[in-house]
């Protein structure tokens, strides 16, 4: 068996199986051995049953007491009760739909049980415990990996396979750090790596695993960006930019600017001067001024004879960009135009031919901007979105529009209302240089935040009817799109998630009958989003309940109130980023965040969001809190996704990771040398999606 042995090799493996395995990305032998464990289950310790930690999953070695008692409840529902005993008490076993359990325990012989340990009116019980005789422990006394699962996927399947694949083919994973840098870090082989944070004898050996994997990958990663980057710097010459002081900017504006956006201004000024492309991201909390920065460089473009672009994702925060931008471009000179999918055929043609002909010298858009029949005269900077980060095909697509006008590599901006703790953010954002507005210009009154109970939903509905009464407008936001009671990812009910569809309704009939209550979620056609969210920016609407596709969103200043039903399922920072919804107007703003969960952690977290509104200082909690899921929710254009690697605690790790990896650039920079070839075949695989990462 090699690494690449199909899984369908493997004993039991048949096509429906291996159909099942795809869908976790598993499809040989190293797919399982990167298919690391979500969690490990600590089986060593063995507990008397009195003794035994309630609430918590256990070990129990104990005696059957009694014959086990199978009962028929109803068609497709049998259960096996038990009585099993130690010498500190009785525990009550129950299995649902696991009938082979009648002939399985036999009366007076001691197996270990493991299972949650529950107690209810003073007797303590297990659910489906996992058992086995004493005398043949395999799945106790041992610390057992939880892998991602897809039904029909067990854990035991998943650690048999895992096991099958170590002994097999585990002597073939090759050593491809180098000695010198395995040595200074003091970092484990890779042999031992890879069977410990499968099948750990230890924690210190799990400990010493997952160092050993979480170095290899932010170092790998490290040298990847670090090449990208290079080659950019070293890439074509950009076009030529006049530099203009940001004074001369500030000058002709009716507003003074932040030192935050000053500095950035600069900055940007620095790239689009010194003869290579631009790539910046500047990112800042809602309201901070990012939208300005992009008028700077457009600015900026504009007097050397270059046209600008700037995509947004969705057409109505493409004409809330026009609406905007267009007047005070008009008081700099810049004739702007207006480009989406919607507009009649006559408009977008007169669009397209000013673009063509040069004398528009910005487009605000959406993927229009992309398309066939839209040309440049000069394009020379691309402004985007933060939902419109850039694919291949697109950057490519862009890239030959300004190249038709004789431009080789446009500038590019991405704007990004998402704070992100700046160490993420050199990783997410890999190749961009990163500048942070971290200050709102003054006089911006302070969202008032609170999170209340269940029991104060009467209040919250009458307080909605007092804003609207004042002529405000509120959003209610929820988790769910549907009314779903099936089981939540986390293992809880989800009965109590409020839908939107429904919930939307029965506000409408029984709770706010005499007012306006429009509905918006992902699964609506765009037309009919863009219909809903334009009625709410125009004041045709006094509520609008929605999923969280209002997160990035448009401006509508008079919405005043947000309240968010279940906050318990967001992360902060996507509550902060519901929160900048509102506070956009001159009136003062709520957010209300609803909740009916009982957890202390849950609550604690979700107070961290009223005592502040600096982003910054949420992102970080969250990362703290929750990890860096919320940010690697969905990957970035061609980034490798990271597989062992915990931003949130392995902040110290990816500083030793970068430093090793820039010491070795310093020495070989192409990573020519013969003893770097494993390297950089291994930096090669992990930006497949960037195939000339080395060019």
């Not at 990035?552 to 519901?578: I, K, T, Y």
């Not at 969960?597 to 604690?604: G, I």
Request: aromatic share 6%; glycine share 8%.
């Amino acid at each position: 068996m090699t690494l690449d042995t199909p899984v369908t090799e493997f004993p039991g493996i048949g096509p429906a199986r291996a159909v099942k395995l795809e869908k976790l990305n598993i499809r040989c032998a190293g797919d399982l051995l990167t298919a690391f464990p979500r969690d490990y289950e600590d089986r060593r310790a063995l507990y008397p049953i009195q003794d035994a930690p309630v609430g918590q999953k256990v070990c129990i070695r104990a005696m059957v007491a009694e014959r086990p008692r199978l009962a028929r409840i109803r068609r497709g529902m049998d259960l096996v009760k038990v009585k099993v005993v130690d010498a500190t008490g009785t525990l009550y076993l129950t299995f649902f739909n696991q009938s082979y359990v009648e002939k399985a325990l036999h009366p007076g012989e001691e197996y270990i049980f493991f299972a949650a340990l529950e107690e209810r009116e003073h007797r303590r019980a297990m659910v489906n415990p996992l058992f086995e005789p004493v005398g043949r422990r395999q799945a106790t006394g041992c610390i057992v990996p939880v892998y991602h699962l897809t039904e029909g996927i067990s854990s035991h399947l998943m650690a048999s396979l895992t096991r099958q694949a170590l002994d097999r083919c585990g002597d073939q994973l090759a050593e491809t750090l180098p000695q010198s840098v395995r040595l200074e870090h003091q970092l484990a082989q890779v042999a031992f790596a890879y069977e410990n944070i499968h099948f750990p004898a230890s924690p210190e050996a799990l400990d010493a695993a997952r160092r050993r994997l979480t170095f290899e990958e932010l170092f790998y990663l490290s040298i990847g960006l670090a090449s990208l980057k290079n080659r950019r710097d070293q890439g074509g010459p950009a076009v030529p930019i006049a530099p203009a002081p940001v004074d001369d900017f500030a000058a002709l504006l009716p507003f003074p600017l932040t030192g935050a956006q000053r500095r950035t201004m600069e900055e940007i000024a620095t790239d689009l001067t010194a003869g290579r492309p631009m790539n910046r991201l500047v990112q800042g909390d809602v309201g901070s001024g990012k939208t300005m920065t992009a008028a700077y460089a457009v600015w900026l473009a504009a007097r050397s004879g270059l046209q600008a672009a700037l995509m947004a994702p969705t057409e109505v925060l493409a004409q809330q960009h026009f609406k905007t931008l267009a007047p005070l471009m008009a008081q700099l000179g810049v004739d702007t135009v207006l480009l989406t999918g919607s507009m009649g055929a006559a408009a977008r043609r007169d669009a397209r031919e000013r673009l063509a002909l040069g004398s528009a010298r910005l487009a605000i858009g959406t993927h229009a901007l992309l398309s066939e029949g839209v040309e440049f005269r000069a394009l020379g900077l691309v402004v985007t979105d933060e939902q419109h980060r850039f694919g291949v095909a697109q950057r490519s697509a862009l890239a030959a529009k300004a190249q038709a006008g004789g431009i080789p590599a446009p500038h590019v901006l991405v704007m990004s209302a998402t704070p992100i703790p700046r160490t993420l953010a050199l990783i997410i954002y890999g190749d961009l240089d990163v500048s942070v507005l971290d200050e709102l210009p003054p006089g911006r009154t302070p969202i008032e935040t609170f999170v209340v109970g269940e029991d104060k939903r009467q209040r919250m509905y009458g307080f909605v009817r007092k804003l609207v009464g004042e002529g405000r407008q509120a959003y209610i936001v929820c988790p769910a799109v549907e009314e779903n009671t099936g089981e939540d990812p986390a293992g809880g009910p989800v009965l109590d998630l409020k839908a939107v569809t429904v919930y939307a309704k029965r506000l409408q009939e029984e709770v706010f009958p005499q007012l306006r209550v429009g509905l918006l979620h992902g699964k609506m056609r765009p037309r009919e989003k863009e219909s809903v969210m334009s009625a709410f920016a125009a004041g045709a609407l006094d509520i609008l309940v929605s999923t969280t596709v209002i997160e990035v969103g448009v401006d509508v200043p008079n919405a005043a109130l947000m309240v968010v039903e279940n906050p318990e399922r967001f992360g902060l920072s996507q509550l902060h980023q519901l929160r900048g919804r509102v506070g956009r107007g001159k009136h003062q703003s709520y957010c209300v965040l609803i909740t009916g969960s009982h957890s202390a952690a849950a609550l604690q977290r979700l107070k961290v969001l009223a005592k502040t509104t600096d982003g910054f200082k949420i992102s970080e909690e969250d990362l703290r809190l929750r990890g860096p899921g919320d940010f690697f929710g969905s990957r970035q254009h061609g980034l490798p996704t990271l597989h062992v690697a915990d931003l949130s605690g392995d902040l110290r790790t990816l500083t030793q990771a970068q430093q090793a990896a820039q010491a070795l650039l310093e020495a070989d920079p192409g990573l020519e040398l013969p003893e770097h070839q494993p390297v950089r075949a291994r930096v090669r695989e992990l930006f497949r999606d960037t195939p000339d990462i080395f060019n």
